[in-house]
């Protein structure tokens, strides 16, 4: 299913002259106050996050899944599925494979289909935390970290696989995401497991192309439940230098404990030049993987604030691979994930507002008030309509939620694909 250029132009008909009055109204009021609007909505059309392959598909828990049938049940499906959300919101110009699950059967097929939709191959995972069929070794006790040296180099052998694949796509960068760990005391030496993992991430790191990067992801706990090899950025970053100039740590933002000042963590990365990916969710309790401005907004924006400031002061620091790690239980996954794309460009859009001189000027006078007054100023913005003008300039649909609904997108895909169909991932 392709949503045609004539079905965008006859949605956005009843909406634009009531988008053009709130626009007019906020720019100017911006504009009064300082703001370059024009740059701000460029900025916005330009900010693209990729789809994760694995998020088409209804999410569950260990206690089940309900489908919202109509999902796609291999690769191609779910570049269109991606295609879809692009086109609509003219954000999501990326996707994010997981090998296994996505190898391609006929890569030129694949490339043409993705380029014909606009969308690129971001970052590639790879995948040993489960075992795969047919596998001689299993990852039951560990992947890169196994005391076992059979286990580590079969793991090796598939990241470097996965670099293969990657690379046969267009992509430029590797992620690992290690379940390593251990669930009881006394189970692992930690410094033989930390010693293994970085042994095995530098015969990994040598085997990216020279425009390669590896992303490094940490996660504090799940699915082991007493220590995880890579648990913190600090473990990341030290596995990052240890492998090279190549290698960057990711930040998942449900990959903390509770009360973790995130926006911290970004910044200082950014400042030693070592942040190379961030994965947007939400969460309450830990690793949720909710819609992304659910539950913390403030928090995201204030996560923005300083990826923006990294972005326009920290030129060592490279292009962040950005990417939603969220899943859907309840949700259709396509609805759940334009409401995540809207609430990061709103978190954007905002952080973009923050007046960075005022700012600073406050800091140095050490005039707190004022500083929360500037921070507080912006987050309580409506922008909207300057996401709806950036999604307007490149084409894309006022409302993307409403367009869905009124293009009855997932009873389309339902015709198409039938009921039971099941996409392949977590
Ligand atoms: C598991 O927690 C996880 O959600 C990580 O965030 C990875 O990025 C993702 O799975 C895919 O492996
Ligand atoms: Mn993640």
């Not at 004539?6 to 909406?15: A, M, P, R, W």
């Not at 024009?38 to 598909?57: C, R």
């Amino acid at each position: 299913m392709k949503i045609q250029k004539e079905q965008i132009l006859d949605f956005n008909k009843s909406g634009l002259s009531n988008h053009k009055e709130n626009f007019d109204f906020l720019a100017n009021k911006l504009s009064k106050q300082g703001a370059d609007v024009d740059s701000i909505v460029s900025k916005l059309a330009g900010f693209q996050v990729a789809i994760p392959s694995w998020a088409l598909g209804a999410g569950g828990t260990r206690f089940g899944r309900f489908s919202f049938y109509g999902e796609p049940s291999n690769l191609e499906q779910k570049i269109e599925d991606v295609g879809i959300l692009h086109s609509l919101t003219q954000t999501a110009g990326a996707v994010s494979l997981h090998i296994p699950w996505d190898i391609p059967s006929d890569y030129n097929a694949i490339k043409e289909k993705a380029n014909a939709l606009n969308i690129k191959f971001d970052s590639v995972n790879s995948n040993t935390f489960q075992d795969q069929k047919d596998a001689s070794e299993s990852y039951k006790y560990g992947s890169l970290s196994n005391v076992s040296k059979a286990v580590r180099e079969q793991a090796i052998q598939h990241n470097l696989d996965v670099i293969n694949i990657g690379d046969k796509l267009g992509s430029k960068s590797l992620t690992v995401w290690l379940a390593d760990g251990s669930c009881f005391p006394g189970q692992n030496n930690f410094q033989t497991a930390f010693q293994n993992t970085q042994n095995s991430l530098v015969d990994i790191y040598k085997g990216l192309p020279s425009d390669w990067s590896m992303l490094i992801e940490y996660k504090p706990y799940e699915p082991n439940f007493y220590s995880t090899v890579i648990q913190d950025w600090g473990a990341s970053l030290m596995l990052a230098n240890g492998c090279g100039d190549k290698a960057y740590t990711l930040v998942d933002l449900g990959h903390h404990l509770p009360n973790s000042n995130i926006e911290q963590i970004v910044s200082i990365l950014q400042l030693k030049g070592k942040l190379g990916g961030f994965h947007f969710n939400d969460s309450k309790y830990g690793d949720d993987d909710l819609t992304v401005g659910s539950i913390k907004p403030y928090a995201l924006f204030l996560i923005f604030n300083e990826l923006v400031y990294g972005m326009e002061n920290n030129p060592q620091n490279p292009d962040l691979a950005w990417m939603i790690d969220a899943s859907h239980n309840v949700k259709d996954p396509l609805e759940d994930l334009i409401q995540s794309l809207e609430a990061i460009q709103e978190a954007y859009a905002k952080a973009l507002l923050i007046d960075q001189k005022a700012l600073k000027a406050a800091q140095l006078e050490n005039d707190v008030v004022k500083c929360q007054e500037i921070l507080q100023g912006a987050y309580r913005t409506d922008v909207r309509p300057l996401i709806e003008k950036a999604r307007l300039n490149s084409g894309g649909v006022i409302s993307p939620i409403n367009a869905y609904r009124s293009l009855k997108v997932r009873e389309g895909l339902i015709a198409e694909r039938g009921k039971n169909t099941i996409a392949t991932g977590l």
